[in-house]
């Protein structure tokens, strides 16, 4: 079974920066597209960032330019950099992946980040 684990969520005054890694126990090579979600508090989950098999980025609108994707295959981690926070940016946030033969989405457990005013 896929494992991915996320860490680096905390609390942040509006303005700062955090750093969210997600480490997974298999290879990305398993994986086609890849990327982070996230859930506010009586909200519905919504799309942050995706990168495809092809390495295409794309954000959300409400996070582009302030929100950065990156990866480390070699520590099959990914990571997403937040910047420049905002209180609307507060939400659970969950790495995911999926399996480019079985196409199963696999998902994290989630990561609290909370920005204060």
């Known amino acids: 079974q896929v494992q991915l684990v996320e860490s680096g969520g905390g609390l942040v005054q509006a303005g700062g920066s955090l750093r969210l890694s997600c480490a997974a126990s298999e290879s990305f090579f398993m994986f086609s597209a890849m990327g982070w979600y996230r859930q506010a508090p009586g909200e519905q989950r919504e799309w942050v960032t995706t990168?495809?098999?092809?390495?295409?980025?794309n954000y959300a609108d409400s996070v582009k330019g302030r929100f950065t994707f990156s990866r480390d295959n070699a520590k099959n981690t990914m990571y997403l950099q937040m910047n420049s926070l905002k209180p609307e940016d507060t939400a659970v946030y969950y790495c995911s992946a999926r399996n480019r033969l079985t196409q199963v989405r696999y998902w994290g457990q989630g990561t609290l980040v909370t920005v204060s005013s």
């Open positions: 990168i495809t098999s092809g390495g295409i980025i």
